[in-house]
């Protein structure tokens, strides 16, 4: 909306001021501005991700981001690999699969599986029940609905859905369908990547297959370290908070941020309302 990318933010020790310089994306030029408060509030998923591979440069085909996947049309009859097994890994495989692509998944951590249905009924029970109780129910009901998934490759975590996601900032996958692909055989389940060889995808299990095209589901990284300098208190250099949980907010020489504590939409509604609280209190 502003057309405006944040370059460098440091804090004034004379002045008492917070100096911003950004450009305006539209005509290049860098315009420079200054506050007694600044809020950083740049969110989880600033710059998209794709991890340093041995001998990507190497691959043959097409490999993108998720944030550039369009739909599966295109790839019909090709052999698609989809890497990571979040929300957007696994509807984008399922989408492939959907339009005739050999698609295959890269799952290397344990994953919970949870329907839409099962995370709305968690939500509500944790109006009522601790989170451990709440996580003891999602686990029953994904058992009995999706059954054991050890045997398709897709291992359980040890710890419960609501926990991982307030400990981590780490989200259950909401299936819509990939699930059943994935048991038919449609969707492949392959383990953790090792290396890339022209157009063979080498996995830590040793075997390699070859792939026209790789799909990237492997999240973003913030950018906040990139710009903002003098800050040795309030995040570290992967954007979040350093202080706890319900103090993490809050920075020294009127920095704040809001919505980087991995609680979503209500934990960033939290955040802005104790930050103006704040300021209000110093103005």
Not at 144 to 152: A, C, E, N, Q, R
Request: aromatic content about 10%; glycine content about 10%; overall charge positive.
């Amino acid at each position: 909306m502003y057309q405006r990318s944040v370059e460098f933010a440091s804090f004034d020790e004379e002045a008492k001021k917070w100096n911003v310089k950004a450009k305006n994306v539209s005509s290049g030029e860098i315009e420079e501005y200054s506050a007694r408060f600044l809020v950083v509030a740049s969110g989880e998923t600033s710059n998209p991700f794709i991890p340093e591979l041995e001998g990507l440069n190497t691959f043959s085909g097409e490999f993108l981001h998720s944030t550039k996947f369009k739909n599966g049309k295109t790839y019909r009859d090709k052999n698609v690999l989809v890497v990571g097994s979040g929300n957007s890994g696994m509807e984008i495989a399922l989408d492939l699969a959907n339009h005739g692509a050999r698609t295959s998944i890269a799952i290397r951590s344990p994953i919970h599986i949870l329907s839409r249905e099962m995370v709305y009924l968690g939500l509500t029970l944790m109006k009522y029940f601790s989170a451990g109780i709440v996580d003891k129910v999602m686990v029953m009901l994904s058992k009995l609905v999706y059954g054991d998934l050890s045997k398709h490759g897709i291992i359980r975590p040890a710890e419960g859905p609501f926990f991982m996601k307030v400990a981590y900032g780490k989200y259950p996958v909401f299936d819509v369908g990939t699930v059943k692909k994935i048991k038919s055989g449609e969707i492949q389940v392959l383990p953790a990547l090792e290396s890339i060889r022209g157009d063979e995808v080498v996995f830590e299990n040793g075997k390699s297959h070859p792939f026209d095209a790789i799909v990237f589901c492997t999240g973003f990284e913030r950018s906040t370290n990139k710009w903002l300098k003098g800050d040795d208190y309030l995040l570290n250099e992967n954007g979040i908070p350093k202080p706890s949980y319900p103090n993490h907010w809050k920075g020294k020489d009127g920095l704040y941020c809001v919505g980087l504590s991995r609680r979503g939409l209500y934990g960033a509604g939290a955040d802005a309302q104790n930050v103006v609280n704040d300021i209000k209190a110093l103005v």
